[in-house]
């Protein structure tokens, strides 16, 4: 029985490029599509939060902020886990992966959605996330509308008496100490103090290290788990001759929002003014996808997507992929943005 069944085992392979229907220059035109929405979406929160004539509402931010968070767990709830399943279990792969192991793409993802990758324990230092406590004799700070103006929801004026006395739940409501801010912006602005004795805010002075190490790595986190899937749709992109237009218009769509819910986090991390990181994660990201679709392009006439080498390839990074969007998304963004 069970050599027939080996016997009639399906073969992997016979998913490359139909030649004759092969439209290089769409497909060219294709990749600057992609890389100009990635870009866009994900560089303009960024380009916005920096520059003040735009005047961006922060309701807008936050809108975006959490439009995109749902953006990523639809990404990997609806396009990563299923298609890391369909590639891990095809038949014509090893008995290991569809008979005696097929849960192996939901292990792959558990074992990267739990943990603390981030280093959380860095911030619980007795006080809340961002909550640090300024030395003594500073005064009473205010806010001034002459000091960076386009950061001023982020100042909060703070009490002296922070530092004679220890901080009890009763100091400190739901949201924080007294701001001016929405409660729910605080949870990414509550960094940024005001110096009462000078007429400029040094914001590198004055950010919670730990808090602004912590955010910083989960924009790393976050990040990482859409470009490693990225390369692939853009490799899917370039095989791909039926239904092209359809699919082009879905990673279209899919790279503007996604880019844009990960701009308004990169733009929600208090940098130091003129620091090159934020535009480095904007440019990865909108750079990811486009490569893929060069090697797409460079690789056509060889590379076969239902290979069992692509299969394993695709399926297992495609479920790494999940689980750290699935982690960063619900335990680093929803909770802390609600429930922190």
Known sequence: MAEEMTSTKPQCG???????????????????????????????????????????????????????????????????????????????????????????????TGGHSHGDPTGEGLSGQGTPPGISVLPRD??????????????????FARDD??????????????????????????????QLYVDPDQNTVPAESYIDEATFKKMSLNITLLEGGILFHSVFVGMTISITTDGFIILLIAILFHQFFEGLGLGSRIAAVPYPKGAARPWILVVAFGTTAPIGQAI?????????????FALIIVGVFN???????IYAATVDLLAEDFFV
């Open 296 to 308: 797409g392009l460079i690789a056509r006439n060889s590379y076969d997507p239902q290979s069992a």
């Open 138 to 155: 500073r005064g009473r700070p205010t806010m001034r509308d002459d000091i960076y103006p386009d950061e001023k929801d982020a100042a």
């Open 161 to 190: 008496e922070v530092d004679s006395r220890p901080v009890t739940p009763s100091d400190i409501d739901l949201y924080g100490l007294p701001s001016e801010m929405p409660p729910w912006f605080q949870s990414e602005s509550g």
């Open 319 to 325: 479920a790494i992929s999940s689980g750290l969007l």
């Open 14 to 108: 016979g998913g490359g490029a139909k030649q004759d229907d092969y439209d290089l220059p769409l497909h060219v035109a294709a990749l600057f599509l992609v890389l100009l929405k990635s870009i866009g979406g994900a560089g303009f929160p960024v380009v916005a939060k920096r520059v003040s004539w735009l005047k961006i509402p922060p309701k807008i931010f936050f809108f975006c902020k959490h439009f995109g968070t749902g953006v990523l767990i639809a990404t990997a709830f609806v396009h990563l886990i299923p298609t890391a399943f369909q590639s891990l279990n095809d038949p014509c792969l090893p008995d290991l992966l569809t008979v005696q192991y097929p849960a192996m793409p939901g292990s792959k």
